[in-house]
C-alpha cells in the first residue's frame, strides 16, 4: 500500500503561484509512477502533469504547458507541482496520484490516490 497526502492548496489571485505538495509513505515510493490531477466543480477529473519514477520523462496536459512543473524528490518521497501564472480556469481540487505503470497513471487509473487540496484562482 502506498499513502499520498497533498498539500500546498489555497487562495491566489490570477497571475500567482502555488506549489503543491505530496508525501508518500508505505512501499517503495521512488519505484513509482507519479500524476496530478484536477476536478473542478461539474467537471470530470483530468491528469494535469506526470512524472515517471526516474524523473526521466514528463506530461503536461495542454493547458498547463509552460506553467506548471512537475518534479519529485525520491530521497523526501515527494512530488511536487509547482504552479505560476495561475488563471481562475485552474480552479479545482487538485489529486496526486501512483502507480508503478507511467502510462496507467497518465490514463487516470492509477492504483494508489490522495485525499485532495483545493486550489482557487480568483480573477
Known amino acids: 500500500q502506498v499513502q499520498l497526502v497533498e498539500s500546498g492548496g489555497g487562495l491566489v489571485q490570477a497571475g500567482g503561484s502555488l506549489r503543491l505538495s505530496c508525501a508518500a509513505s508505505?512501499?517503495?515510493?521512488?519505484?513509482?509512477?507519479m500524476g496530478w490531477f484536477r476536478q473542478a466543480p461539474g467537471k470530470e477529473r483530468e491528469i494535469v502533469a506526470a512524472?515517471?519514477?526516474?524523473?526521466?520523462?514528463?506530461y503536461y496536459t495542454d493547458s498547463v504547458k509552460g506553467r506548471f512543473t512537475i518534479s519529485q524528490d525520491n530521497t523526501k518521497n515527494t512530488v511536487y507541482l509547482q504552479m505560476n501564472s495561475l488563471k481562475p480556469d485552474d480552479t479545482a481540487s487538485y489529486y496526486c496520484?501512483?502507480?508503478?505503470?507511467?502510462?496507467?497513471?497518465?490514463?487516470?487509473?492509477?492504483?494508489?490516490w490522495g485525499q485532495g487540496t483545493q486550489v482557487t484562482v480568483s480573477s
Open positions: 496520484a501512483a502507480d508503478n505503470n507511467f502510462p496507467t497513471v497518465v490514463r487516470g487509473l492509477a492504483d494508489y
Open positions: 508505505g512501499r517503495t515510493f521512488s519505484r513509482y509512477a
Open positions: 512524472i515517471t519514477w526516474s524523473g526521466g520523462s514528463t
